[in-house]
Structures are given as structure tokens and as C-alpha cells.
């Protein structure tokens, strides 16, 4: 069966560096989203990415993220300057048409990000 | 912001008896009510789900009900196995809304 793919699968990076969590979505998929979990609460949607902008994005998902396809086949995640607070497994998803009634998100097993 | 909750963090079931898993929610516009399962260190995978205009859907072992005025829904497992062990999350998402909404999950641990 097809699958989400996330690399890498834990990222440990200091405070105020950047970093960049990589997605390859299900291939026929057109809808990417990604989503995180902070350990112990739950998971929490941050932005759907749709026909190569976003579309729709959550509170959490300020100026300090930003989404891009850059090829047919990667999806990314680019947190600018790193809090302490963004540390969470983050999960990439992707699904074949818009809306969950047509057909349901597929999860990556996520990237683990530890902000020191 | 607790629009989906799930008010028991863990159960216990003997192998081969019913689990019931309960969730209950406060946003009259959520329309589309979906369950994932989670393994440690894999995502969540998708389960079963119900629109609101049902009340119940089922597939193999696992059945979804759906209590609309009560903003109730719940999961039936049976026979419950081994394998289904795992943190069960119950989410929703309303009409022409992208966005998924959790619950915190229930760990479900089956007794052989």
C-alpha cells in the first residue's frame, strides 16, 4: 500500500536555527497537510496545501512557517527561527480529494523535532 | 479548545470481548466524524468514519454509531484482538473545512 514518507524521523536542533521537514506525499494525492503533536496533547492541524498554495492554515501557523512543493514529489515544512515550544512530532498527510467525506487523510510516521 | 473529547485516556479489554470507545463533541458544525488508530512511533491511521447524516457504519469487526443530539459518537470493536492495542483517536471536521479536529486519544490495551 502506498504511504506518506517523512524524513528526517527526529530533528534535533538549537533555538532560533532553522529547519526543514521533508514529505514525499502519496503520489496521486493533490491535498497535503501537515499537523503536530506536542508530546502529551493533542494533535493539532497546521496548514492544508492545495494546487500549489495554501488553503486554509491554523493560528499556530504564523510568519515563522512557511509550506512548499518544490518538485512533483516533496512536500516541505520550513520553521525559521526555532522556539523552545515548537517541539513536537510533526506529521505530514495527504489525501486524494478535498474534504474528509471523499476521502480520509494518510499520516507520514512524522519527524520528532527537539528545539534545545 | 476541547470542541472533541475523549474523557477516558486508557481501557482495558479481555481478548475477544466488545471495546467501546467514546467521544464526545461540542461544535454543532462539525458533519463528518472519522476514527484513527496510532502505533507507537507511526502515524495515525484512518479507520472508519460517519457522516452526520448516518448514525451508524460498519466495517468487518469495527462499528462507528453516531448520537447527534447527544454530540455523541462511538467506536464498537469486537472481537476485540491483540493487534488492536494502540491509542485511538477520534476526530471531526465541519462542511467545506479542511481541518481535522482531535480528541487526546484513548489507549486501548487488549488482554489476551
Known amino acids: 500500500e502506498p504511504e506518506v514518507t517523512q524524513t528526517p524521523s527526529h530533528q534535533v536542533t538549537q533555538m532560533g536555527q532553522e529547519v526543514i521537514l521533508r514529505c514525499v506525499p502519496i503520489?496521486?494525492?493533490?491535498?497535503f497537510y501537515w499537523y503536530r503533536q506536542i508530546l502529551g496533547q493533542k494533535v493539532e492541524f497546521l496548514v492544508s496545501?492545495?494546487?500549489?498554495?495554501?488553503?486554509?492554515k491554523s493560528e499556530i501557523f504564523d510568519d515563522q512557517f512557511s509550506v512548499e512543493r518544490p518538485d512533483g514529489s516533496n512536500f516541505t515544512l520550513k520553521i525559521r527561527s526555532t522556539k523552545l515550544e515548537d517541539s513536537a512530532m510533526y506529521f505530514c498527510?495527504?489525501?486524494?480529494?478535498?474534504?474528509?467525506?471523499?476521502?480520509?487523510?494518510?499520516f507520514g510516521n512524522g519527524t520528532r523535532l527537539t528545539v534545545t | 479548545d476541547q470542541q472533541v473529547k475523549q474523557n477516558s485516556p486508557s481501557l482495558s479489554v479481555q481478548e475477544g470481548r466488545i471495546s467501546i470507545l467514546n467521544c464526545d463533541y461540542t461544535?454543532?458544525?462539525?458533519?463528518?466524524f472519522l476514527w484513527y488508530k496510532k502505533y507507537p512511533a507511526e502515524g495515525p491511521t484512518f479507520l472508519i468514519s460517519?457522516?452526520?447524516?448516518?448514525d451508524k457504519n460498519e466495517d468487518g469487526r469495527f462499528t462507528v454509531f453516531l448520537n447527534k443530539s447527544a454530540k455523541h459518537l462511538s467506536l464498537h470493536i469486537v472481537p476485540s484482538q491483540p493487534g488492536d492495542s494502540a491509542v485511538y483517536f477520534c476526530?471531526?471536521?465541519?462542511?467545506?473545512?479542511?481541518?481535522?479536529?482531535f480528541g487526546t486519544g484513548t489507549r486501548l490495551t487488549i488482554i489476551p
Open positions: 498527510a495527504s489525501s486524494e480529494a478535498r474534504g474528509q467525506g471523499n476521502s480520509p487523510l494518510h
Open positions: 503520489s496521486n494525492h493533490l491535498y
Open positions: 496545501f492545495y494546487n500549489n498554495e495554501i488553503s486554509e
Open positions: 461544535n454543532s458544525m462539525f458533519d463528518y
Open positions: 460517519i457522516s452526520s447524516i448516518k
Open positions: 476526530a471531526a471536521s465541519a462542511y467545506g473545512n479542511e481541518k481535522l479536529t
